[in-house]
């Protein structure tokens, strides 16, 4: 037989909690503290994201719904015009002539450096020590000269006099190169720039995907040959796979790089010959900093803010889908 204990508590005490339900609360209390730990560490970098990225952007955006030109920028006036800026840019047929040139050659630009990246790529896995370390050598110095000095080199290599493309091309026996201007008409200046553009950025692309090919087991390269799967078999089922995500974040770099490409354009011929050159980055110079009309320049610069985005929009999509970066 069990003795039952009555014990008193003295009148307005409460029980002592049980030792279980302490350990219950401390737990609650520490899953909560390694939830908030997280954010709490990341607290620093979005507020340097706030004050460098998301401030300014507000500032543009303010900007573009002002007319500030010299004269209100020198008065320190604030002249409101809303959304003038804006109707009286998307109302120019020559900025949709310019945007669908920007497109286009952006499209061109992304293509061909991805593709010249990834058969780069490839052929490094495939190549000597010897012979790759060479490779490799040539893509570090050809992506780390200056912009400027791989411009200014383009320049002779197409000079129409000097070049020394139009002198290999008539040796050759092509005779009609002799004197031609590689830059008389847009099409070939965007061509030129195209080329030096795709230069600089193919070793990027190259040392990127040639990282994730390095990381497939060769195992996995002999089991498709012991199945009997032929070069491209082999790559679509082996190599693809293990190179998708690195090629949509180099592709989605690309876009971003291209589409705002301003120094070789500028560089090269200003844009010229009679604007036909000329993408939207030039646009945005030419108003803003050459016009000093900063309003109707902010305008663009979110015109293009937003067709950035909607261009990019599905790699935005999958980031904010799997933070952990896994976009297959």
Known sequence: MTATAN????????PPASPRAARAGKRRRGRLGDRLLPYLLLLPAL???????????????????????????????????????????????EFWTITVRTLVFT????????????????LMRHLGPVVRT?????????????????TTVFQWIFDEQYGILNKTLDRLGF???????????????LTVIGLLIVWQAVPFV???????????PQEQYEAAGMDGAGPWQTFRAVTWPSIRAITTMVTFLSVLWDFNAFAQIWAIREG???????????????????????????????????LLALITGRYIQLLVRTPEGDLK
Not at 177 to 188: E, K, L
Not at 206 to 216: D, I
Not at 285 to 291: D, F, S, T
């Open 206 to 216: 190259t040392f990127s995907l040639y990282a994730g090919l390095v990381g497939v």
């Open 47 to 93: 507020a340097a994201i706030l004050v460098l990225l998301a401030w300014p952007l507000i500032q543009v955006i303010g900007i573009s719904l002002r007319k500030l030109d010299i004269g209100e920028l020198m008065s320190g006036k604030a002249v409101w015009v809303g959304l003038d800026n804006y109707t009286n840019t998307l109302a120019d047929p």
């Open 134 to 150: 060479i490779l490799q050598v040539t893509l570090i110095l050809a992506w780390a000269t200056p912009v400027i000095a791989t």
């Open 175 to 189: 005779s009609g190169f002799i004197g031609f201007s590689w830059f008389s008409s847009g099409a070939s200046t």
């Open 272 to 306: 010229g010959p009679d604007g036909e050159s000329t993408t939207l980055a030039v646009v945005l110079y030419l108003k803003g900093i050459a016009g000093n009309h900063f309003g109707a320049a902010s305008a663009i610069a979110t015109l293009m803010l937003i």
């Open 7 to 14: 014990v008193t508590m003295p009148a307005g005490e409460l």
């Open 107 to 122: 499209a061109a630009l992304v293509a061909a450096t991805i593709l010249g990246g990834l058969l780069l790529a490839v």
